[in-house]
Every structure is written in C-alpha cells, then in structure tokens.
C-alpha cells in the first residue's frame, strides 16, 4: 500500500464507525463545503480545504510522498521528537555495526536482532495516535460531534451545543500557545514520513465497545468490568496497574442505560454533559478519562461512571486499523504506550 491508500483508508473506517453515521458525516461536509464558499478570496487561500473531504479536522498526513510504499510502520500513541529521533539513530547506528562486520570481514558470525521493537532501517512510515501539528491546533473543531452524540441520546441539540460551546473554546485557549509544529519538523529532519491518526481510531473503539455492552447487556457496573477486563489491551494495562476502574457508583450499582461517552470526539467534554445526559435517561457512562469536576457531576447526579483507561483504550482504535494493514503484509512495530494486539488469524 502507498501512504495515500493508507491514509484514505483510516478515514474511510472512521466514517464507517462515525457515531453520527454515514448520514450525519455527509451533512457535516456539506456544512464545510457551504462555508467554504461563502469566505472571501483571501480567506479561502489561507483555509485548510482537506476539511472539504476530511471530517476530522485532528486527522493530518504532516510529511512524506504519499506516492510511497510502505512495508513498515512505526505505530504509537505520543511518536514525537524523542522516539523520531531514535527511529533515525537506530537506523544509523545498525548501518555502523554492519559496516564494521564488512571491515572486520566477521561473516561467520553475522549481527543478529532479535528484538522485534529494535528497527534496522528506518520505517517508511510513522503514524502516531495523538494530534500533532496541524491537526494538534484543530482539536477544538472535532469536538463538535459531541454535540450530536448527546443528541442521538436523547439530549435536545440546542443544549447539547449550548453545553459544549464554552468548552471547546476553553480547549481552543489552552492548545493555543504550543509548539504545534516541533514533532513535524523532526520528522522532517529525519525524513520519515508522518501522520497522526486521532478520532478516526477513536470512532473504531468507540464502535466496538458500545457494540460490545449492547450485545452483552451487562446488569451492574461490576459486570461491565469483568467484560472490559477480559479485553487484551484492558487486562494487559491491569498489570500495570491503568486498568479499568469504577469513577462513580458501585460494582452492585444497576447500569440502566450504557452509552460510551468521552471515548471520541477530540477529548473530554463538559461537566455540564453529565446532568443533561441523566434527564435523557442514561444510568452509565464508559468514557477514557474523567476530570474530578465531572466525577462530581456525575456523583450528583447518580450517573454510573466506568473509566476503561486512556492509552488502553486508544490501543484498541488503533489496533482496529493497523490490524487492517497487517492483512496487506505490512509490518507494525509498536512504541510509544501502544499495547499492540492482533485480532487477525
């Protein structure tokens, strides 16, 4: 596969999993394409038109010949400048040490490596999870699917976006001032190829767990626990003590309605969504991470709260797609606090 055909796909299985369905994705395009062309001359210059076709906006191909084919991936959560920088030196220091076999003319006793982790040459592609770049700026406009979810769920959507408004200006505020570009450019100086998948992923886990607990029907909140523990990256973060945990409620605690909430959508919502997301009868929510202002909420208001754990559950997303590539004969190398599971056969 080239980096373009990889790229396509890993928004194609977003859209596939969108809560918001195929449906609500295409009306949110054509809300950009309709924007878009209302802009001023000047401003369509300076607009990121990938928007036009791309509907998450934390979704970005930063650096590379999308034209180039790939046979190895460097997969991660957080791949920024410390592990680019060790792609690039392990690769130069594999060439030092075979070069000095040659001189020495050791070929008898040729350099083994048998630590699959270990690179031997530089991948031909690096797809980290989290936004960088670009899209790290962009986080903020993603967000706004939230507002549809809570909708899906029973919450009116004019509350729903009123909820989320003054949130998503506050993440606009707070990602301002960093240093956006800094892993981009060390791609760049390493020449590998880079991109960052982010809720595409999340879509793909969001999708499995909420088809998981609908199909299973578990009863109380200890019983979503002992399904989440039986998941491979879930049970593998429980030895290293990150596994799923009970935020609000009790193990004997009735679920009532589950909804997965905070599992995509940029990152974490309001603490006014808890409230809104009772009176529209949910019982538990099953999120990746919570603040303790809306652990409060959620206590207040008798909501359940089950946190499956936050690079866990992102290992699961991308697990999801590279499992995709691993069926076209690419190899993955996991880094960065990826738990990497294969679900093929």
């Not at 000047?42 to 590379?64: C, I, M, Q, S, V």
């Not at 919450?155 to 998503?168: C, F, L, Q, S």
């Not at 909140?221 to 009790?250: C, H, M, Q, S």
């Not at 929510?285 to 603040?291: D, E, F, L, P, T």
Request: aromatic share 4%.
């Amino acid at each position: 596969m080239t980096i373009k055909q990889i790229y396509n796909l890993a928004i194609e299985l977003g859209i596939t999993a969108d809560p918001r369905g195929k449906l609500g994705v295409a009306k949110w395009l054509d809300l950009q394409k309709k924007s878009y062309l209302k802009l001023e001359k000047e401003k369509k210059e300076l607009y990121d038109k990938e928007k036009l076709t791309n509907p998450y906006a934390d979704t970005r191909f930063h650096f590379g010949d999308p034209d180039t084919k790939v046979k190895t991936i460097l997969a991660g959560i957080e791949i920024e400048e410390a592990e680019i920088a060790l792609a690039s030196a392990m690769d130069n220091s594999y060439q030092l040490a075979c070069l000095k076999a040659v001189i020495s003319k050791n070929t008898k006793n040729p350099i083994q490596i048998t630590n699959n982790h270990i690179l031997s040459t530089k991948p031909d592609l690096i797809i980290t999870h989290h936004p960088v770049g670009k899209a790290l700026a962009a986080l903020d406009d993603v967000m706004k699917m939230q507002a549809d979810m809570m909708a899906s769920y029973g919450v009116p959507i004019n509350v729903a976006e009123g909820v989320m408004k003054e949130r998503m200006q506050q993440v606009s505020r707070s990602i301002a001032p960093i240093n956006h570009m800094r892993p981009v450019d060390a791609a760049k100086m390493a020449n590998i190829p880079y991109m960052n998948i982010h809720t595409p992923a999340d879509n793909l886990v969001f999708q499995y767990l909420q088809k998981m607990m609908d199909r299973k029907k578990p009863e109380t909140v200890g019983e979503i626990l002992e399904i989440l523990n039986n998941i491979p990256e879930y049970k593998e973060a429980t030895k290293n003590n990150a596994g799923p945990r009970i935020f609000a409620g009790d193990p004997g605690s009735r679920c009532g309605k589950i909804v997965c909430f905070d599992i995509t959508g940029g990152t974490s919502g309001a603490k006014e969504i808890y409230p809104e997301l009772v009176r529209a009868g949910v019982g538990t929510v099953i999120s990746m991470h919570m603040k303790d202002e809306s652990r409060d909420e959620a206590i207040k208001n008798h909501l359940n709260v089950v946190i499956a754990g936050h690079i866990s559950s992102d290992s699961i997303g991308m697990n999801l797609l590279l499992d995709k590539l691993a069926q076209k004969g690419i190899k993955i190398i996991p880094t960065s606090g990826l738990i990497r599971v294969k679900r093929n056969k």
